[in-house]
T-cell receptor, first 114, second 109 residues
Framework: DGGITQSPKYLFRKEGQNVTLSCEQN?????MYWYRQDPGQGLRLIYY???????QKGDIAEGYSVSREKKESFPLTVTSAQKNPTAFYLC?????????????FGPGTRLTVL | DAKTTQPNSMESNEEEPVHLPCNHS???????IHWYRQLPSQGPEYVIH???SNVNNRMASLAIAEDRKSSTLILHRATLRDAAVYYC??????????FGTGTSLTVIP
């Protein structure tokens, strides 16, 4: 089955530690995205990548870093510089053409900083 | 500033039509209008999208105003499974998606 996987589903970290969230897709999509969602809020874009080895900052990139070494993978690192990292993180992918329909989302990772 | 604005919440009786409005007054000529919905603790799922003309699919209909500054998602017969947060989103030529805060739809049995 084609789709997007994120791991882990739940993640706990101590304050001051870096943590990496995994996102893998087998849809052969060029574009991949990371969003953050806080309780009762919409999605805010952290980073996006339209092609391998290229990525752009979204609205809230401070305290986060990404890499795009392979088409299938777009890991997100939450660094200790991110002041309030507790949130629900969603990864998505799409064909990079706005007239082509949808953005596919993974199941999400819920990060809690203790 | 948010590119789309939606009511925070709406209610509908089961089996009745639902009209979910969205304002996007700053939309550019090349932005596509997308609608997604999200169940608790899940990723959003695609519902429908369009550019200028009204669109229909098996899930819903999308009515786009002539000046494109607003749109309406229409669920023809609401079911309990349609209870979710519905997001109106603009997708630009750079393939960036701009999410608003969404409308929480409650379906009353």
């Amino acid at each position: 089955d084609g789709g997007i996987t994120q791991s882990p589903k739940y993640l706990f970290r101590k304050e001051g530690q870096n943590v990496t969230l995994s996102c893998e897709q087998n849809l052969n999509h060029d574009a991949m995205y990371w969003y953050r969602q806080d309780p009762g809020q919409g999605l805010r874009l952290i980073y996006y990548s339209q092609i391998v080895n290229d990525f752009q900052k979204g609205d809230i990139a401070e305290g986060y870093s990404v890499s795009r070494e392979k088409k299938e993978s777009f890991p997100l690192t939450v660094t200790s510089a991110q002041k309030n990292p507790t949130a629900f993180y969603l990864c998505a992918s799409s064909i990079p053409r706005p007239d082509i329909n949808e953005q596919f989302f993974g199941p999400g990772t819920r990060l809690t900083v203790l | 500033d948010a590119k789309t604005t939606q009511p925070n919440s709406m209610e509908s009786n089961e089996e009745e039509p639902v009209h979910l409005p969205c304002n996007h007054s700053t939309i550019s000529g090349t932005d596509y209008i997308h609608w997604y919905r999200q169940l608790p603790s899940q990723g959003p799922e695609y519902v429908i999208h369009g550019l200028t003309s009204n669109v229909n699919n098996r899930m819903a209909s999308l009515a786009i105003a002539e000046d494109r500054k607003s749109s309406t998602l229409i669920l023809h017969r609401a079911t309990l499974r349609d209870a979710a947060v519905y997001y109106c989103i603009l997708r630009d030529r750079g393939n960036q998606f701009y999410f608003g805060t969404g409308t929480s739809l409650t379906v009353i049995p």
